[in-house]
Structures are given as C-alpha cells and as structure tokens.
C-alpha cells in the first residue's frame, strides 16, 4: 500500500540538474510527491568534482544539510568549508556557488521556498556567462 505522505527517496527518480555537474537529485517533497506548493526538499548526491557554478534564484531562498562528505561554499562574498551536521543559507537573489571537496560523494538535503521546480526563469546565472 502506498502512503500519501511517506517519501521514500529510492522511489522518487533522480534527475541531473541544470548548471551542476557530477549530481543527481532526488525531488522528495513537492508537487508531485505529496502535493506540497510552498516548499521543495530535494536529496542531492554529488560526486568528486562535482558541484554547482555560481547562480541565484529571484526570489527563493535555500538551504543545505551536508550529510556526508564535505565541500566548499560561497555565497554572497562569504566562503566556508562544510562538514557532515553543517548547514547553509542562500538568500533569495544571492550569488552562490557550492563544490565538492571530498573523495568521496557528498549527500545532502536542499531545501526550497517557494519551490524551484528546476524551472529556468528562476534561475539567474553571473553576467558574463
């Protein structure tokens, strides 16, 4: 019997996503998973050497939970470094950029609001690209 609000992230399809490269997501909430309409969480798995090149989303802000590997973030003029328990913010409309560090796979849970979608207009990349 399947459970309307029980995700489980083997049964959802992964995508690569649009201006990362070495990732595949997992679109765990959202509209069609359970109906959400005001927030996306995604599971992101990213191999060594993979990440995402410097972008903002108008007017969605996002979060990150590293749960395994590390990698090293910047955004909006700010750098770290993420280990396992970190988490991170993305402020609506701010540059950001996020590279995997580690050996081995980074996984993470992304968390949208409102929703992305991986929809183009909502996704603003620096100007001389």
């Known amino acids: 019997m399947k459970l309307k609000y029980?995700?489980?992230?083997?049964?959802?399809?992964?995508?690569?996503?649009?201006n990362h490269h070495h990732t595949?997501?997992?679109?765990l909430i959202g509209p069609e998973t359970v109906g959400a309409r005001q927030m996306e969480v995604l599971l992101g798995t990213l191999h060594k050497g993979g990440g995402a090149l410097p972008h903002a989303h108008p007017g969605?802000?996002?979060?990150?939970?590293?749960?395994?590997?590390?990698?090293?973030?910047?955004?909006?003029?700010e750098a770290f470094e993420m280990v396992p328990g970190d988490t991170c913010f993305f402020p609506?409309?701010?540059?950001?950029l996020f590279q995997v560090t580690s050996d081995t796979p980074v996984k993470l849970l992304v968390i949208y609001s409102p929703p992305y979608g991986e929809s183009p207009d909502k996704v603003r990349r620096p100007a001389n690209d």
């Open 6 to 18: 029980l995700i489980r992230s083997d049964d959802v399809p992964a995508y690569q996503p649009a």
């Open 24 to 27: 595949s997501n997992r679109r």
């Open 60 to 77: 969605i802000e996002q979060a990150c939970h590293l749960l395994e590997g590390s990698a090293h973030v910047e955004v909006a003029g």
């Open 92 to 96: 609506a409309d701010a540059m950001h």
